[in-house]
């Protein structure tokens, strides 16, 4: 053999070698815990629900299954353990659409839990592309298909991380790794599952959640630049079709699983605005509400909450960040009442709770030093 | 199909190699014909709808060259086949890429209603300037008879065919009909994939890497004054080691397969002038601006003034040929505008005293530097106004930011400003001389060898890992 070639050979194997070194770390390590629970090393999180609820479907224990958008996001798993007598397994993700959430939906009752509890609203149906074309969403990893794991275990920011890990686990090192860890440099710097995209210990709660900011937020998406955004992407046809695909199909598909549907408290800034700036975008959101109402009490199986009119949490807009999300001391309320059955839409008047709501919306007056 | 995906490092590029090889021992048009197929299903992939463009395209210019080429016509008669193929080439591109531009235009001064939405075929800007540069040539009398297969292999050879490096046909079609090609050479096949590694790994793991952070400045959040110059200067880096890698990657393929392709970067942020930075930056774009458009303008042989106007026009219309859009245009006129101060500074301004050059050069090399990652706000921007937006918060340091999101993204901007300022580059790296076609000539020389060996492995390995999801190249788009 030449020189060259032999060479080459040296070179393609040393290519395949640090390949195979990283794609073994990876499965040793096992960072998103897909192939098993962390046992040999340090179990750690990632704040990227749409990455990390793979692993924990597939690591965690769990009878019930909570799921929603970044109004769901801070919801400790304990405080739903503790005040609804479940063992739950949070798998919100901010932003995500209705079929995002169906996907995971189903991939988590794979291990047969036998509740959902499920935050909606109008906005998660209103645009819902497959998620194949979401580059946020690592389909194939809920799938565990060829190119989900092979995806995974040959992974260099994947490595990066088991490398983290595996220098947190050595407890000479332990120390140092720990206070290095953060979410700048490293993607898992969560180390109790009960404290995935909770609110940090050090935010400032009267800071982040107050009627200063409510209004600030107000105020901006009705200011004339902006006010747009309201009407943009509702089709009604589109969003009920997303609605009866996403939402009734996971349903009917699971009926033998109990789906506790929440529809929660927005501030009523939220829909003053849609009413200022744009009526239409305010009666599709009505006319689909209704829609869905009426369509979700048919199943058995399905117990419909509508939180939307809840005047002293909606209008105390001490309670909001900005217009529509709501503080930690909320989170514990929306529980109580899933809890304690409040709220719970009538299935001989499903559309009662939004007569309310629509009632109060249109008796509401902004102050004047909001305008 | 991409460079940096599985499909393509792992099952297209070791079939159409060893293809090659086999096919190459039934003969010399065997091993032009696999390749030549080969490059159709690797453009295929994803855009198969735009293949009969492709080969239309192909046909029509090596029909109008054979033309120009063969037949004995009168001046007047040569200079109208070539206007006709000049025009059918550019006609394809303005209904692809410009026609939405013109008819939003159109509809913003007369309110025509007038909307046209057309996807654009990859690679189509690089594709129509490489015909369009053969047919001057022929008209020019200086192309050989070229066989059919042979052309359209030179258009379609899969490693420049989407994204460039922009070929010549005296350059390229020679290497095409020498027997040496066809016959595997560990040492190009190694240096190849030392190339295509260090390619490879500064997009996957620079390009990709620093991309999120671009939206620091061209998000929806209008930035401040450091989150404005983090997000200019993350696309200033996205944008180089993005390109250049995507070029690494097409030398180091096109290695694999015995052909040199000519270099497209240099360095170019190492410049200490614009003029030096357009030696540097994308050379096979600005070499065919050079000699299809701005010495056919006059280039500076009509006077000071009319070389200015005539950097101006290349300039905008270079800027044009990137996208269809008043953002590109305006990139492009401000770097005529550069290009215009540069070249009447070098008339007018004597050169520094041989002690404070040192100093000179470090303010020059700075201040282009800066010019450049100004322009690029231009060109990444979504509109002008946008633009105006980012620029404005770039010249407005009232209102820093500054936490620790911001200095761990400092940290990595600096880093990759330290690989493209200071950083030897591939070609200083491996000995890449295309003109002499020379490559690796030092790898058996050197004593470090097997460390040397070993570090690009990795490189290439790591390249590798980086692959996570579905990226593609910037330059894809234009």
């Given amino acids: 053999m030449s020189k060259p070639s032999k060479l080459l050979l040296r070179f393609l194997g040393a290519s395949l070698l640090t390949l195979a070194a990283a794609a073994t770390l990876n499965f040793v390590v096992d960072p998103l815990q897909l192939f098993r629970p962390a046992k040999l090393f340090a179990a750690m999180y990632s704040p990227d629900s749409r990455m990390q609820d793979a692993g924990l479907i597939r690591s965690q224990d769990f009878d019930t299954v909570f799921m929603g958008t970044s109004l769901a996001i801070h919801f400790r798993q304990s405080d739903i353990d503790r005040l609804l007598g479940v063992r739950s397994l949070k798998l919100s993700m901010t932003g995500s659409s209705s079929h995002e959430q169906s996907f995971v939906l189903a991939a988590a009752l794979e291990r047969h839990p036998a509740r959902v509890i499920w935050q909606v609203d109008d906005w998660i149906f209103h645009d819902a592309p497959e998620v194949d074309q979401d580059i946020y969403l690592p389909a194939d990893l809920y799938r565990r298909n060829a190119r989900g794991v092979v995806g995974y275990l040959f992974s260099g920011a994947m490595a990066r991380e088991s490398a983290w890990i595996l220098a947190r686990s050595i407890p000479p090192l332990r120390p140092i790794v720990a206070r290095l860890t953060n979410g700048i440099m490293f993607k898992f710097p969560i180390a109790s599952v009960d404290d995935i995209n909770t609110l940090r210990p050090e935010v400032d709660v009267a800071q982040a959640y107050n009627a200063k900011k409510a209004t600030a937020s107000f105020a901006n998406i009705t200011a004339p630049a902006r006010s747009a955004y309201l009407a943009e992407g509702y089709d009604y046809e589109a969003t009920v079709r997303n609605f009866e695909r996403d939402a009734i199909g996971l349903i009917t598909g699971h009926p033998d699983v109990a789906f506790d549907i929440y529809l929660p408290p927005y501030s009523i800034l939220q829909w003053v605005a849609m009413r200022d700036a744009s009526p239409t975008t305010l009666a599709t959101v009505y006319k689909f509400s209704a829609y869905l109402a009426e369509r979700l009490v048919q199943f058995r199986n399905v117990r419909l909450y509508d939180f939307r009119g809840v005047e002293q949490v909606t209008h105390d807009l001490s309670n909001y960040a900005d217009v529509i999300h709501h503080s930690p001391a909320v989170d514990l309320q929306v529980l109580g009442w899933l809890a304690a059955g409040k709220y719970l839409v009538d299935r001989e008047a499903p559309t009662e709770a939004l007569d309310q709501l629509e009632a109060q919306v249109a008796a509401y007056r902004v102050d004047a030093e909001l305008r | ?478």
């Fill in chain 2, 1 to 478: 199909m991409l460079f940096n995906s599985y499909q393509f490092i792992f099952l297209f590029l070791p079939v159409a190699l060893l293809g090659y090889f086999l096919v190459g021992r039934l003969g010399h048009s065997a091993s032009v014909l696999w390749l030549t197929l080969s490059s159709l299903v690797f453009y295929s992939a994803g855009n198969w709808q735009f293949v009969p463009l492709l080969v239309a395209s192909v046909a029509f210019n090596y029909a109008v060259g054979f033309w120009l080429i063969s037949r004995r016509l009168p001046p007047a008669a040569r200079f109208a086949v070539l206007a006709t193929g000049v025009a059918g080439d550019l006609a394809v591109l303005v209904t692809f890429k410009y026609a939405g531009f013109l008819a939003t235009n159109l509809n913003a001064l007369f309110s025509t209603g007038l909307s046209i939405s057309l996807l654009l075929p990859v690679g189509i800007s690089f594709y129509t300037f490489t015909q369009i540069a053969f047919l001057v040539d022929a008209y020019r009398g200086k192309t050989a008879h070229y066989a059919l297969p042979h052309y359209a292999l030179f258009v379609t050879y899969f490693p420049h065919l989407i994204a460039g490096p922009i070929l010549h046909h005296k350059d390229i079609i020679p290497q095409f009909e020498n027997p040496e090609s066809r016959r595997p050479n560990p040492h190009l096949i190694l240096c190849g994939l030392i190339i295509f590694g260090i390619g490879l790994f500064k997009k996957t793991g620079l390009a990709d890497g620093i991309q999120p952070l671009v939206a620091l400045a061209f998000g929806p959040a209008t930035p401040s004054f450091d989150q404005a110059w983090i997000g200019a200067l993350a696309y200033s880096f996205q944008l180089y080691f993005d390109f250049s890698g995507y070029s690494d990657m097409a030398i180091g393929i096109s290695l694999m397969f015995g052909i040199f392709l000519p270099l497209n970067f240099n360095s170019p942020y190492k410049a200490a002038s614009i003029i030096d930075f357009w030696r540097r930056w994308h050379m096979t774009l600005s070499q065919f601006l050079r000699d299809y458009l701005y010495i056919p303008l006059g280039g500076n042989r009509h006077g000071r003034l009319l070389r200015y106007i005539n950097l101006m026009i290349t300039m905008a219309l270079g800027g044009l040929w990137h996208g269809a859009a008043w953002t590109f245009v305006a990139w492009g006129a401000l770097h005529g505008v550069y290009l215009c101060i540069n070249h009447a500074w070098n008339k007018l301004v004597p050169a520094a005293a041989p002690r404070f050059a040192p100093l000179a050069r470090l303010t020059a090399w700075l201040l282009t530097f800066v010019s450049v990652v100004v322009a690029w706000v231009l060109f990444r921007a979504d509109s002008m106004a946008s633009a105006l937006v980012i620029l404005s918060k770039m010249a407005d340091p009232t209102h820093i930011v500054f936490g620790k999101a911001e200095i761990a993204d400092g940290l990595f901007i600096a880093a990759c400003a330290a690989i493209a300022w200071f950083a030897p580059n591939t070609q200083a790296i491996m000995g890449y001389d295309h003109r002499n076609r020379i490559v690796g000539a030092d790898i058996d020389a050197w004593r470090w060898r097997p460390a040397f060996l070993y570090a690009g492995a990795a490189v290439l390995a790591f390249g590798i890992l980086g692959i996570s999801q579905h990226s593609e190249f910037i330059y894809f788009r234009f």
